[in-house]
């Protein structure tokens, strides 16, 4: 089965800094990636999919990127609510779909 | 405005069975291939359950084949997860979820069930 591995797993920084989450795949998946934010007790809410696509209503400051095996999530000007776990997701190969083991974003 | 809704969690135990609804309002269900993905506290999400429109396809994670069964009524608007032989490994909140594309990302999802598996 794929596997996606996240890096790093949880990282810290402050509002207005930027920062790049990564995903690999242990297969090629061409731009079949999508990335989720979440909070605590809350479900996923979808980002980003086909790798760089910006799901309605998300904001600009969110952007992703890559194809085949590495790709990235940059949330530049961090703000207070952007303060959460975040996950990739592959859907090229199916099934199963599959999650990376996320990363915590933390103030 | 899209909305699932997820019942019937609970506390049972090891040996134990449950059945989970999920109640879609929004959008036209019969339209729509369904999923049911688990999370253990902690963990990333973990995709277990997919039924296509009309039922005729249905895929299981490895995980829970043979002891989970997906359904759907499109009268109801609604789908279940029948899980049985439950394992204390199966303790997780349990969120069905959809989007516009089969076998692809989640566009929504509902906020979840809690499943705990404990003697």
């Known amino acids: 089965a794929i596997r996606l591995t996240q890096s790093p797993s949880s990282l810290s920084a402050s509002t207005g800094d930027s920062v790049t989450i990564t995903c690999r795949a242990s297969q090629g998946i061409t731009n079949y990636l999508a990335w989720y934010q979440q909070k605590p007790g809350k479900a996923p809410k979808l980002l980003i999919y086909s790798a760089s696509a910006l799901q309605n209503g998300v904001p600009s400051r969110f952007s992703g990127s890559g194809s085949g095996t590495y790709f990235t999530l940059t949330i530049t000007s961090l703000q207070s609510e952007d303060f959460a776990t975040y996950y990739c997701?592959?859907?090229?190969?199916?099934?199963?779909?599959?999650f990376g083991g996320g990363t915590k974003v933390e103030i | 405005e899209v909305q699932l809704e997820e019942s019937g969690g609970g506390l049972v135990q090891p040996g134990g069975s449950l059945r989970l609804s999920c109640k879609v309002s929004g959008l036209t269900f019969s339209s729509y291939s369904m999923n049911w993905v688990r999370q253990s506290p902690g963990r990333e999400p973990e995709w277990i359950s997919y039924?296509?429109?009309?039922?005729?396809?249905?895929y299981y994670a490895d995980s829970v084949k043979g002891r989970f069964t997906i359904s759907r009524d499109d009268a109801k608007n609604s789908v279940s997860l029948q899980m049985n032989s439950l394992r204390a490994e199966d303790t997780a909140v349990y969120y069905c979820?959809?989007?516009?594309?089969?076998?692809?990302?989640?566009?929504?999802w509902g906020q979840g069930t809690l499943v705990t598996v404990s003697s």
């Open positions: 039924i296509g429109k009309g039922g005729s396809t249905i």
């Open positions: 997701q592959q859907y090229y190969y199916f099934p199963p779909l599959a």
């Open positions: 979820a959809t989007g516009y594309s089969n076998y692809a990302h989640f566009d929504y």
